[in-house]
């Protein structure tokens, strides 16, 4: 594991990053869902797509990232291409899951690889709708201090910039990056997710021209029973088509 410092408009983070593989001649960039860590990425595929030089990266506000300042989506997309030139790593290939998804996204690599992928926004509950609208009025009451009571489980316990964070990126439409996303993509989704809904997947493939999508058991951590398989299919997809280039 290593430590870069970037100079990122006018604050310090502290990026966390481990590679594997350092003398493979295509890129392999993997990027964590919200709330999560590389270690959790690197512990599943590290063991797998051996002629991929993998780049694990915390992203800034989880595991060994420092993030003391507001963040949008497109922001951590920048930080992530700064440490990528300090690194000397291309586009080749980026996977990321949920969040990360997002992110994997606006960096525009050769080839996406999308786990259950955030992005796609679909009407809220009634239940959800009113909570929100009674947090809201609280908050205009001068009664925030009961934030916690009303946030998701994703929001609890985050410090001030990265809960600000949050309400950031929580919601984001990413319809029209899918849309205009225009090298090959591989969606990868658990059938029974219930964070990123197996629809999403679908809606997903139809907005990327050249997509393949391939459904696995399982949950928002699907991969964690099927990395094996995942990284076969990444291998078949893109290996050859990055290797000529």
Not at 90 to 118: E, M, R
């Amino acid at each position: 594991m290593a430590i870069k410092s970037i100079q990122y408009k006018h604050h310090t983070v502290d990026i966390s990053y481990e590679i594997i593989n350092p003398d493979a001649k295509v890129d392999l960039i993997v990027l964590h869902g919200w709330g999560s860590n590389k270690a959790l990425m690197k512990k599943y595929f590290s063991q797998h797509m051996d002629r991929f030089r993998h780049i694990y990266i915390d992203l800034p506000g989880f595991g060994g990232s420092t993030c003391n300042q507001v963040l949008s989506t497109s922001d951590y997309a920048r930080i992530v291409e700064l440490l990528m030139i300090h690194l000397n790593a291309q586009k080749d290939i980026i996977v990321g899951h949920s969040f990360g998804g997002k992110v994997a996204t606006l960096l525009n690599p050769s080839a996406l690889v999308l786990l259950s992928s955030a992005g796609i926004v679909w009407s809220k509950s009634l239940k959800v709708r009113l909570k929100i609208a009674v947090f809201k009025l609280l908050k205009g009451l001068g009664m925030a201090k009961l934030r916690a009571h009303f946030v998701a489980e994703d929001a609890k316990e985050l410090s001030e910039p990265m809960y600000e964070t949050f309400k950031n990126v929580v919601d984001e439409d990413f319809t029209y990056e899918f849309k205009n996303y225009g090298s090959k993509a591989l969606i990868c989704w658990g059938e029974e997710d219930n964070a990123t809904p197996l629809k999403s997947a679908h809606k997903i493939d139809e907005l990327i021209a050249d997509s393949q999508l391939k459904v696995y058991s399982g949950d928002h951590y699907f991969f964690m029973k099927h990395a094996q398989d995942i990284s076969k299919n990444i291998e078949e997809t893109f290996l050859k088509t990055l290797e000529q280039k």
